[in-house]
C-alpha cells in the first residue's frame, strides 16, 4: 500500500510545486517519487489524492498515452479531488519550439473527458472544467527578462482573453490562430466528478 499523499506534481522536473509530492521519470533535485507516467498503474491507491499538477508535461506524449494517463490521473484522484494541467496552445509558434512536443492542445481540447459532452465516450475519465484561463507571451526572450511594457501587454492580452470565455469558448481559439503571440498558455482545473452523480451540462 502506498503512502497517503494530498497532492502529487507530476513532471515535476526541477520546478516542483511546493507542498506537492514530486514525481518524474529522471531522479533530478526536487524528485521524490522516481516513476514514468507511461507505466501503469501509478504506484498510488484509488481515490486517494486530493490535488495533482500537470505543468506542461502533457504535451510531451501522443494521444493515446496522454488518454491512458488521464484516465489513471482520474483513477488515482479522490471523488472532488483536482487536477491542474498547463500546456502551451497549438496555434502559438511556441508550442513547436520544444522537438520533444508530441501532441496539441486547443482551449477545447479537455471538453472530451467532462460529463455530459457529446464526445465523451472516448474515455471512462470524466472531470468538470470548474477554471479555464489563458497565459500570454508575446515575445520569446531568451534572457527571462520581461520590461514593464512586455510584462503589462502580456497581462492586458491574457485579460481580455479570460473574458472572452464567459461568453465564447471557441473565439479564444481563433485570435490564437490570427494574433501574432509567441506562447498562449492554457490552464485548466478540472475537477473529478463523483460518478454515482447523474451527468451536469458544461457551461
Not at 45 to 51: A, L, P, V
Not at 66 to 92: A, M, Y
Not at 112 to 121: A, I, L
Request: aromatic residues 14%; neutral net charge; charged residues 25%.
Amino acid at each position: 500500500m502506498s503512502k497517503p499523499y494530498k497532492a502529487l506534481d507530476f513532471g515535476c522536473g526541477k520546478d516542483k510545486v511546493q507542498g506537492s509530492v514530486g514525481v518524474d521519470c529522471v531522479a533530478l533535485d526536487g524528485v521524490d517519487i522516481v516513476h514514468d507516467m507511461k507505466k501503469l498503474p501509478y504506484p498510488f491507491e484509488s481515490n486517494s489524492i486530493d490535488k495533482i499538477y500537470c505543468k506542461h508535461v502533457l504535451e510531451h506524449f501522443d494521444a493515446d498515452v496522454r488518454k491512458s494517463i488521464l484516465e489513471e490521473i482520474h483513477r488515482i484522484l479522490k471523488n472532488g479531488g483536482q487536477l491542474e494541467i498547463r500546456v502551451p496552445h497549438v496555434f502559438s509558434p511556441g508550442a513547436f519550439h520544444d522537438p520533444t512536443h508530441k501532441s496539441f492542445f486547443t482551449f477545447n481540447t479537455m471538453d472530451y473527458f467532462t460529463k455530459g459532452y457529446k464526445f465523451s465516450y472516448y474515455s471512462n475519465a470524466k472531470f468538470k472544467i470548474i477554471e479555464r484561463w489563458a497565459n500570454i507571451q508575446l515575445f520569446y526572450d531568451l534572457s527571462n527578462k520581461e520590461s514593464k511594457l512586455v510584462h503589462f501587454l502580456n497581462s492586458f492580452s491574457a485579460n481580455i482573453f479570460n473574458k472572452i470565455f464567459t461568453f465564447s469558448n471557441s473565439l479564444p481559439d481563433y485570435l490564437t490562430k490570427i494574433l501574432p503571440f509567441y506562447v498562449v498558455e492554457i490552464k485548466w482545473v478540472l475537477r473529478k466528478e463523483d460518478m454515482r452523480e447523474e451527468p451536469k451540462e458544461i457551461n
